[in-house]
């Protein structure tokens, strides 16, 4: 029996919330609800074009099998592989509602890494528990890009890591710059030590704004914070509640439910694969909170790929203070700060036109494959 964890672990480390999409006690009936919508949203996104793929399967990384799915109305497209935060927090159960306009100009590949979802559940806790470090994800992601590029035949891929995802994809993409075509980062975990500290003096100057007592008299409370060494988890959820409170999650929103909630409708995802969320969560936290705090890409001086950070001007959860500067002084063969005005830190679900039109107009070009002559 998985240890029960506070809300840091239950929710992920950055991902504030209820990652279980459902009570575990709910009634069959309701699951049957779920079910027949779901079928309906498969039958909508159903790849039907003659160059199409779409895939659902297992694959063996470094010997755990690891699920993908891979989808595209032609194979053809640059590949774009989505690199979910958390940890535990699967973006393949999630991505449903924004991602059928991707797949008209990529080939999507979600994957769900050790310790999450379906590779999670079909895995065991084990097995899974044995790639729960930031060297091996790194390395299970290298060989997800081997597979994908033998799959489709491509020289390059993008890599999208999105806030605890931005960590190994970040290393993946550093140890093999070869096999990158562009790097996007998204709400993207940089430095935790830094990030927290970030987060709270911003909390501290919206309560003060806002006069908001209750909140100013619990910050206080925990200061100094992050302090030095560990961080206590009651600490964290002080923090990770008033970041939710005040949209630094959800852009204009007190909650994210949908966010969290939009796996009940996956049509990738079933009631059991939904619970392995929140068992992922439990398993994966406090398991990869070392590496975690000892990552720094701030330290990254330099990349031979180019490197977009797509950011949620409402971002508390991962805030823009850590991220600017670094950017400011990185050397790369090209490099864009791309602001989502009215995003926090899901700006792929708070701005699904505005995002795909930036990963079109911006970064597809670089990933176009150019034909031999």
Do not use: C
Not at 149 to 159: E, N, Q, T
Not at 349 to 372: I, Q, S
Request: net charge neutral; proline share 8%.
């Amino acid at each position: 029996m998985i240890r029960r964890l506070p809300l840091l672990a239950l929710a992920a480390v950055l991902l504030a919330g209820p990652a279980l999409a459902q009570d575990p006690n709910a009634s069959p009936p309701t699951e049957t609800h779920y079910a027949t919508a779901r079928a309906m949203i498969a039958d909508r996104q159903k790849i039907v074009t003659p160059s199409g793929i779409q895939v659902l399967e297992p694959v063996n990384l470094n010997g755990l099998p690891q699920w993908v799915s891979i989808r595209g109305a032609d194979g053809a497209n640059p590949v774009i592989i989505y690199v979910h935060g958390g940890p535990g927090a699967t973006e393949m159960s999630r991505s449903w509602p924004y991602q059928q306009g991707w797949e008209d100009w990529f080939t999507v590949v979600q994957w769900d890494q050790p310790g999450a979802g379906k590779t999670l559940r079909s895995g065991g806790e084990a097995a899974n528990r044995a790639h729960l470090s930031r060297a091996q994800m790194t390395r299970d992601l290298l060989a997800l890009i081997d597979d994908v590029r033998g799959r489709l035949g491509a020289r390059k891929v993008i890599l999208l890591g999105h806030s605890w995802g931005n960590v190994i994809a970040l290393d993946a993409a550093m140890a093999r710059p070869d096999l990158v075509a562009a790097y996007v980062g998204v709400g993207p975990l940089f430095a935790l030590r830094a990030n927290e500290a970030a987060q709270y003096e911003a909390l501290l100057k919206i309560a003060a704004e806002r006069r908001d007592e209750t909140a100013l008299t619990e910050l206080k409370a925990i200061a100094p914070y992050p302090g030095d060494g560990e961080i206590p988890f009651a600490k964290v959820n002080v923090v990770r509640k008033w970041v939710m409170a005040y949209g630094g999650l959800a852009a204009g929103r007190d909650n994210a439910d949908f966010y969290f909630r939009a796996a009940r409708l996956s049509p990738l995802y079933d009631y059991a694969d939904r619970l392995a969320i929140d068992q992922g969560g439990q398993l994966s936290v406090p398991a990869l909170l070392p590496d975690m705090t000892a990552a720094d890409h701030t330290r990254i001086a330099a990349t031979k790929f180019p490197v977009f950070m797509f950011l949620g001007r409402h971002d508390i959860t991962t805030p823009s203070s850590v991220i600017e500067p670094w950017l400011a002084r990185l050397k790369a063969p090209r490099k864009e700060l791309v602001w989502f005005e009215n995003s926090a830190h899901l700006a792929p679900h708070e701005e699904p036109g505005k995002f795909l039109v930036a990963l079109v107009d911006k970064v597809r070009p670089l990933a176009v494959e150019k034909p031999a002559k």
